[in-house]
């Protein structure tokens, strides 16, 4: 590890218990640490197996499919609603 990184240990070793925990929430808010090789095979499993069962609720037609247009209407029709401007994505 570099001089700053065993600084920064070394500095955090000298902090009471709140201001630890204050400084792990800090850094939990500001940093994500990307999935590991076996968490992102378990969240890919966990997605595959739920679109599986989406697509077998529609296969036994347990689910209405609407067109797009359709969702889009119900889309604008909650957020007019709940009186929130519905942002607007264009490649």
Avoid: C
Avoid at 38 to 57: K, N, T
Avoid at 59 to 69: F, S, W, Y
């Amino acid at each position: 590890m570099t001089a700053a990184v065993e600084h920064i240990k070394k500095e955090i070793r000298s902090l009471g218990p709140d201001e630890i925990e204050a400084l792990l929430r800090d850094l939990q808010n500001e940093y994500v640490l990307p999935p590991t090789d076996d968490e992102f095979a378990s969240i890919e499993a966990e997605w595959d197996a739920e679109i599986d069962r989406r697509m077998q609720d529609v296969i036994e037609g347990r689910v209405e499919l609407i067109p797009g247009e359709e969702a889009d209407r119900q889309t604008d029709a909650l957020f007019a609603k709940l009186g929130i401007t519905r942002p607007v994505y264009r490649p």
